[in-house]
């Protein structure tokens, strides 16, 4: 139990287009998802906490009309890069903690964004 | 492109010796901690976590302790194998906030 999956795995896009990345808890419930980005070689930084139903809330630095995040769902979020440039390139993940349960984050595979 | 950060710390061992990984972590009021591992290109996985409440948790082949004194938490793998190779974070969690922190790259000898 305790599946998150994250679609793509692997996206390349050109400079300006943006870029969807989903994250869905396929067999529970989750109320709060996160979004990490990682550069190589260093740790996870944490981009922004999403509630379903209500307003991503983001770590300083990170630009919210930039990187748009989605929690339509209790399943699903979303994270959108706007106008991707080289610099996006990344490896970003996802988490989700189950509805009920703050003390646990199940982790997606990640995606790997490639701007060009 | 992606930015060139920091390396991250590494640990060699010998394929059958113990490791022990640290961490600092940096909030006195953290009350949950995890260890995760990551291996190239995927998300990390949950090993094994331990409640400030505790000083000692044991799992199978992996230990965690934690000094709350010195804000200190290590991972112990016992025999380690080539499949430990990766590279492990600790999370320090309160409050529904978890942090990572750096990170060591464990690669095992064989």
């Known amino acids: 139990g305790a599946v998150v999956s994250q679609h793509p795995s692997r996206v390349i896009c050109k400079s300006g287009t943006s870029v969807k990345i989903e994250c869905r808890s396929l067999?529970?419930?989750?109320?709060?998802m996160f979004w990490y980005r990682q550069f190589p070689k260093q740790s996870l930084m944490l981009m922004a906490t999403?509630?379903?139903?209500?307003?991503?809330?983001?770590e300083q630095g990170v630009e919210k009309d930039k990187f748009l995040i989605n929690h339509a769902s209790l399943t699903l979020s979303t994270l959108t890069v706007t106008s991707a440039h080289p610099e996006d390139s990344s490896f970003y993940i996802c988490?989700?903690?189950?509805?009920?349960?703050?003390?646990?984050?199940?982790f997606g595979p990640g995606t790997r964004l490639t701007v060009t | 492109g992606e930015s060139v950060g920091l390396h991250l710390p590494t640990l060699s061992v010998q394929e059958g010796d113990n490791s022990i990984i640290n961490c600092a972590y940096s909030n006195s009021a953290s009350d949950y901690f995890i260890w995760y591992k990551q291996e190239s290109g995927k998300g990390p996985q949950f090993i094994i976590d331990i409640r400030s409440n505790m000083d000692k948790r044991q799992g199978q082949r992996v230990t965690v302790l934690l000094n709350k004194t010195v804000k200190h938490l290590s991972l112990q793998i016992a025999a380690t194998q080539p499949g430990d190779s990766a590279v492990y974070f600790c999370a320090e969690t309160l409050n529904n906030d978890m942090r990572f922190g750096a990170g060591t790259r464990l690669t095992v000898k064989p």
């Open positions: 999403s509630n379903e139903g209500s307003k991503a809330t983001y």
């Open positions: 067999d529970f419930q989750a109320t709060t």
């Open positions: 988490s989700a903690e189950p509805e009920g349960n703050s003390y646990e984050q199940y």
